[in-house]
């Protein structure tokens, strides 16, 4: 068996990264750490309120140290931000550090769950739909080049795809079977 090591989801903003995330870890025993959650707390403030005053670019320097000590680290699932792959050294960090994993969510779906969400940076414009397809069409290609695994998230429920993703980690070595 490969030794245990990170797990880390990738995805689009609103594909459920960090809900599959904290049951994931919470079902394999390991640490859940969501890398937005700790910049926020670095920072003092909000990812939306730092990218009003600071911008995209500063937000993405401190995203990718962020990423690299996390995936440097002790094993956990970790829940990345849904730009983390737009930087080569993070999709190298995630494929090399840790068994990725891409949630895969096409724009319409997260759409329907992020219509009302105020607090998503990227989302906020006239025209969030086509900002998401934008998004899908940049992103989705690095997803793909930084994961392992690709897990459509369209119709399972939250346990359901928690339990896929565990048993496809238990088939490539990287935990321990399940105990009947």
Not at 13 to 36: E, H, I, N
């Amino acid at each position: 068996m490969n030794p245990p090591g990170h797990v880390a989801l990738v995805g689009l903003p609103g594909s459920g990264k960090s809900t599959v995330g904290r049951q994931l870890a919470r079902r394999l025993g390991w640490p859940f750490l969501d890398s937005d959650q700790i910049i926020e707390q670095r920072i003092g403030l909000s990812i939306r309120e730092f990218f009003e005053r600071e911008g995209e670019q500063p937000f993405r320097d401190l995203e990718q140290s962020v990423i690299d000590e996390l995936t440097a680290g002790e094993p956990c699932v970790l829940s990345t931000g849904g730009g983390a792959v737009l930087r080569p050294a993070n999709r190298e960090h995630l494929r090399e550090r840790s068994h990725a994993i891409y949630l895969h969510s096409l724009p319409e779906d997260v759409f329907r769950r992020l219509r009302h969400d105020r607090n998503r940076p990227l989302l906020q414009v006239a025209d969030p739909l086509a900002r998401l397809r934008d998004l899908y069409a940049v992103r989705d290609p690095l997803y793909r080049e930084s994961a392992r695994l690709v897990v459509e998230t369209g119709r399972p429920s939250v346990p359901a795809l928690v339990h896929l993703i565990a048993s496809q980690l238990e088939v490539a070595g990287r935990v321990p079977a399940s105990k009947p």
